[in-house]
Nanobody
Framework: QVQLVESGGGLVQAGGSLRLSCAASGSIRSINAMAWHRQAPGKQRELVASIGSGGTTNYADSVKDRFSISRDSAKNTVYLQMNSLKAEDTAVYYC???????????????WGQGTQVTVSS
């Protein structure tokens, strides 16, 4: 019932920036947490950044000084500002959210379809 739609991916030169967006829609009571994961070809999916309901953030060591996750609670949207991009950042980026739906007491986990980020060297 809840959908996550990512946008903002594309082709960027190394050193450039991109801003990814993920909008959650559907019958949403609250969003407990949102996160960005990424998966490069032939590699396992990894957590890039997360943000909790209270605004606490967590980053992978490889992106901590370059990426920034933020959210707009009113719009049920999470952003990932990616600066100083490297070729190693090339991957499909997936939005992830823990959502409590309207009229429910438990939370469910949702994944977006992913958006491709390609960084040229």
């Amino acid at each position: 019932q809840v959908q996550l739609v990512e946008s903002g991916g594309g082709l960027v030169q190394a050193g450039g920036s991109l801003r990814l967006s993920c909008a959650a829609s559907g019958s949403i009571r609250s969003i407990n947490a949102m996160a960005w994961h990424r998966q490069a070809p032939g590699k396992q999916r990894e957590l890039v950044a997360s943000i909790g309901s209270g605004g606490t953030t967590n980053y992978a060591d490889s992106v901590k000084d370059r990426f920034s996750i933020s959210r707009d609670s009113a719009k049920n949207t999470v952003y990932l500002q990616m600066n100083s991009l490297k070729a190693e950042d090339t991957a499909v980026y997936y939005c992830y959210a823990v959502v409590t739906q309207s009229s429910m007491w438990s939370s469910n986990r949702y994944w977006g379809q992913g958006t491709q980020v390609t960084v040229s060297s």
